[in-house]
């Protein structure tokens, strides 16, 4: 189905059953966009990409070339941003309103989530590879390159170096700095930079 503005669609790209595509949406060349994804308003996808089923890409987020993004996963859902009311008794919803920018050759395993920035962007950088179920925050940056196994999550505002090499169940705090080619081992928690 496609909404309004007419999406610009490449050459020798399919678009399988139950596909929505919102307005103003841009798909690349000899991409596959496999049945029941959801691509927002205003969202760019590069050349030879994959979307397998039931993705969603909320609206203006950009994906590079070359990407792959497997089924289930998210990208651009809102940030968990809340803050406290005057009396500390109830949480009042900040709005998100940033995007996710993914760059070339990145693969996203299935069920991932990859929150839009508050105001900005959140970024997967050239060449990172996440594992199923991985958790990226909002407004935080991924280094070139670098890795994430399985159930592992990055907490908002971090940034992870070039190289890096993150094992499976790992956790990292908010608003750090994880180095170029720093290597953790699986079930860490990491509190500081």
Known sequence: EIDGNEPLIGSNTTIMPNVY???????GDDCTIMAGSFIGDNVTVGNNTVVYPNVTIY????????????AGTVIGSDGFGFAPNSEGETFAKVPQLGNVIIEDNVEIGSNS??????????????????????????????????VIAGLSGVAGS????????????????????????????????????
């Open 113 to 146: 989530s990859i929150d839009r920035a508050t105001l900005g962007s959140t970024i997967l950088h050239r060449g990172v590879k996440l594992d199923n179920l991985v958790q990226i925050a909002h407004n935080a940056v991924i280094g070139e390159n670098t």
């Open 59 to 70: 609206r203006d987020c950009k994906v590079g070339n070359d990407c792959i993004i497997h």
């Open 21 to 27: 595509i919102g307005k103003n949406s841009t798909i």
């Open 158 to 193: 971090t940034k992870v170096g070039k190289n890096c090499m993150i094992g499976a169940q790992v956790g990292i705090a908010g608003h750090l700095k994880i180095a170029d080619g720093v290597k953790i081992a699986g079930q860490s928690g990491i509190g500081g930079s």
